[in-house]
């Protein structure tokens, strides 16, 4: 077995984080793009299963005689398919990397009061083909956004209605994602398990003096670096200036057919696809005035010819006139 405790060792920036209390048995299927968040304790074993035999193990601060100094103490027979951890000391915390079937998975170890006893890890390969995606219909996926909205009610009064389903209400923090003008709030999160179907209550709130328009269908939710597109959703498209409006909207299944299994302890992103914005309104201009009145044309310059033949006809014009006019003369006396 190879056990390298390199100090420096980078967190990826997604992460799975486990929410408090979590259950003390918990099933998670493998996936090397993800970071897993595992509470151990002082007090307690944390047993971390994978499906075959473990290739590697890599960590910072870890011990494996518990003498050599170190936050966590760590307990793995080479060629086994599970490592032991446990803390050390309060508030401690380290990643691990554990190499299995060519490829590594990181987890993060933290010390708390509520610790995971067992993580048994499933081969995302072998779960997807063993189940794949269920068919839900439209009708029946607006019947799951109709139980979202009226899970409180339901839970109360006709409990076997929502027997399957599991419910996270963030209350006074709700999880924020803030694009300047605007900001995505999620307040619910339900899990609809025989439809392997999340659905989604969050709030839009425009800070803007402007309207913000988006595309109803393009709701989209980032686990990791893993993006799932809605399935239906219940939005108007609109967010007038300085409003908030309420939005439900499911993610079912994976983008390539699978079931998704998505836990609700899950970090979760929301995305909305923006749409420009409309074009200011155009200012009134004033009419175009009438068209002016054509200039004169201008007497077209003759050519010294043509100057001389005006001429000479003008004279004669001039002394046919005053042969016209002239008196008539008096006879000649004898």
Not at 19 to 35: K, N, W
Not at 169 to 176: I, Y
Not at 228 to 234: E, F, K, L, T
Request: proline share 10%.
């Amino acid at each position: 077995m190879k056990m390298n405790f390199m100090p420096g060792l980078l967190l990826l920036a997604a992460a799975v984080a486990v929410a408090a209390p979590p259950e003390a048995i918990q099933r998670v299927t493998l996936d090397e793009r993800v970071v897993v968040t595992v509470p151990v304790s002082t007090n307690r074993v944390t047993t971390i299963s994978f499906p075959g035999p473990i290739a590697a193990i890599d960590g910072v601060g870890v011990t494996t005689d518990g003498k050599t100094p170190g936050q966590f103490q760590l307990a793995h027979t080479q060629g086994s398919s599970f490592v032991s951890v446990r803390a050390l000391a309060r508030k401690a915390a380290t990643n691990l990397n554990i190499r299995w079937n060519k490829r590594t998975y990181v987890f993060e170890l933290i010390e708390g009061h509520a610790p995971v006893l067992a993580l048994n890890l499933e081969d995302r390969a072998a779960s997807e083909i063993v189940q794949s995606a269920p068919q839900v219909t439209p009708t029946r996926l607006l019947a799951l956004l109709d139980k979202a909205k009226a899970f409180p009610l339901l839970k109360k009064q006709q409990p076997e209605v929502v027997a399957s389903a599991e419910a996270r209400t963030f209350g006074d923090e709700p999880q924020v994602a803030d694009f300047n003008d605007y900001e995505i709030c999620i307040e619910e999160v339900f899990r609809f398990n025989p439809e392997d179907t999340l659905v989604f209550h969050v709030t839009l709130r425009n800070k803007s003096e402007h309207p913000i328009r988006y595309l109803p269908e393009s709701f989209c939710v980032r686990v990791g670096n893993r993006l799932y597109h809605q399935s239906i959703s219940d939005a108007p498209g609109l967010l007038p200036p300085h409003a908030a409006s309420t939005v439900y909207f499911a993610i079912t299944g994976t983008p390539d057919g699978g079931r998704n299994e998505l836990s609700l302890k899950n970090e979760f992103s929301v995305l909305v696809s923006r749409l420009p914005s409309p074009p200011l309104s155009a200012a009134i201009t004033p009419p175009a005035p009438p068209p002016l009145s054509p200039a004169p044309q201008q007497p077209t310059e003759m050519t010294p010819e043509q100057e001389a033949r005006a001429r000479e006809t003008l004279r004669q014009a001039i002394e046919e006139l005053e042969n016209t006019n002239a008196p008539s003369a008096k006879p000649t006396k004898p």
